[in-house]
């Protein structure tokens, strides 16, 4: 079982910037899709980015054009980079990977934008 690992949440002022880090105890090369998925209090959990193991990605509408994912397979890491960022991106983030026959979560990191 691969263990994930989150980090870079955090409380930040709407408008500003986080970079989220999803660490993977073993290759992240051995998954077909890796993803960042968020959960605000009393809501479902929803995709907020997605990146394949070619380098395709797919980033979620209400982020688009604000939100990154990008993978550097050296280091078994998976990022998120949060730009320009609202109050309604306030949710627990968490890291997701699949692979054939399996899909596992991190413990999820917070992020509140709040002023």
């Known amino acids: 079982q691969v263990q994930l690992v989150e980090s870079g949440g955090g409380l930040v002022q709407p408008g500003g910037s986080l970079r989220l880090s999803c660490a993977a105890s073993?290759?992240?090369?051995?998954?077909?899709?890796m993803g960042w998925y968020r959960q605000a209090p009393g809501q479902q959990r929803e995709l907020v980015a997605i990146?394949?193991?070619?380098?395709?990605?797919n980033i979620a509408d209400p982020v688009k054009g604000r939100f990154s994912i990008s993978r550097d397979n050296a280091k078994n890491t998976v990022y998120l980079q949060m730009n320009s960022l609202k109050p309604e991106d306030t949710a627990v983030y968490y890291c997701?990977?699949?692979?054939?026959?399996?899909?596992?979560w991190g413990q999820g990191t917070q992020v509140t934008v709040s002023s």
């Open positions: 073993r290759s992240i090369l051995s998954f077909i899709v």
């Open positions: 990146i394949t193991r070619g380098g395709s990605t």
């Open positions: 997701n990977a699949r692979g054939v026959g399996r899909d596992d």
